[in-house]
């Protein structure tokens, strides 16, 4: 079952998506080399009590922290720590959320700390970002919700990559519906997996955390022995970005961006929804 968001409860949901937005602001300006991830956290942990937001990732499933840093090779779900220190030339994945009034918002981005990082990751990261924009574009009404991955698959296949071979897209791990909680029905792929069939309608009121996840190398995962921290199996490096999505009559609102989506979905001839709080 899907739930579907009245304009009441989509306004609500861009409150959470707001702070997450600001969570990310503030985490990006302190990712610098010599903090730590554990740095990290304790600035989101900041700006959810400035903000009278609650957050969702602690406690989750006994998550131990405010938000996830995955650093280099890990993909997802890294735990912030006092003895993961940046470093010049580190990519970190930060992944955040809050809750509002009950209302949840998901989203993540990738960073470089410091300088010195190769081209192979520089369009690592851009193929990754673009990709979740080009899944985002697909969110309208009509289509269905394999339209979206397919969108975020075929993006990274058209892109050639630096150095050659392919990139691995990430199988283990997809987007979500999200709302009540953060993790609802439906699952995300992102990829076309055939055997699914079509998925749901794509509807107003239908709200999805998109979140493409990109390695240099393999598709594939495993979990580390701490039950959370999510690697590569070949050990290459990777890239994660989401943002939590609704959709109204008058198209997408990205609930988690600053400005709903409005500069990036106009590339795509896609005039964002208004915001409710505007
Ligand atoms: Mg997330
Ligand atoms: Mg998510």
Not at 14 to 20: C, D, H, T
Request: charged content about 20%; glycine content about 12%.
């Amino acid at each position: 079952m899907v739930q579907i968001k009245t304009p009441e409860q989509i306004a609500k949901m861009r409150a959470a998506g707001l702070v997450v937005a600001a969570i990310h602001a503030a985490t990006r300006e302190a990712a610098v080399p010599g903090a730590t991830t554990k740095d990290l956290d304790q600035v989101a942990r900041k700006v959810l009590a400035e903000h009278n937001a609650k957050p969702n990732f602690l406690g989750y499933g006994g998550f131990p922290a405010t938000i996830c840093t995955s650093v280099n090779e890990v993909v997802v779900h890294g735990i912030p720590s006092d003895e993961v220190v940046l470093k010049d030339g580190d990519v970190i994945s930060i992944d955040c959320g809050a809750i509002v009034d009950g209302w949840h918002g998901d989203a993540a981005y990738t960073a470089f700390v410091g300088s010195g990082h190769s081209p192979e990751l520089i369009e690592l990261s851009r193929v990754t970002e673009e990709s979740m924009w080009a899944g985002i574009a697909a969110m309208k009404l009509g289509n269905r919700l394999l339209d979206i991955s397919r969108a975020i698959e075929t993006y990274i296949r058209r892109q050639p990559k630096p150095g050659g071979g392919r990139y691995g897209i990430i199988e283990d791990y997809g987007g979500h519906g999200i709302g009540t909680e953060m993790h609802m029905d439906p699952h995300l792929l992102n990829y076309v997996d055939r055997r699914r069939g079509k998925g749901p309608k794509l509807v107003p009121g239908f709200c999805l955390a998109i979140e493409p996840m990109v390695s240099l190398g393999t598709p594939k995962t495993r979990v580390l022995e701490d039950e959370w921290t999510v690697i590569t199996t070949d050990g290459t490096w990777s890239s994660h970005w989401e943002h939590s999505v609704a959709l109204t009559e008058q198209g997408p609102l990205v609930l988690t961006a600053p400005d709903g989506g409005r500069a990036k979905l106009a590339e795509y001839g896609i005039s964002a929804a208004p915001d409710p709080l505007a």
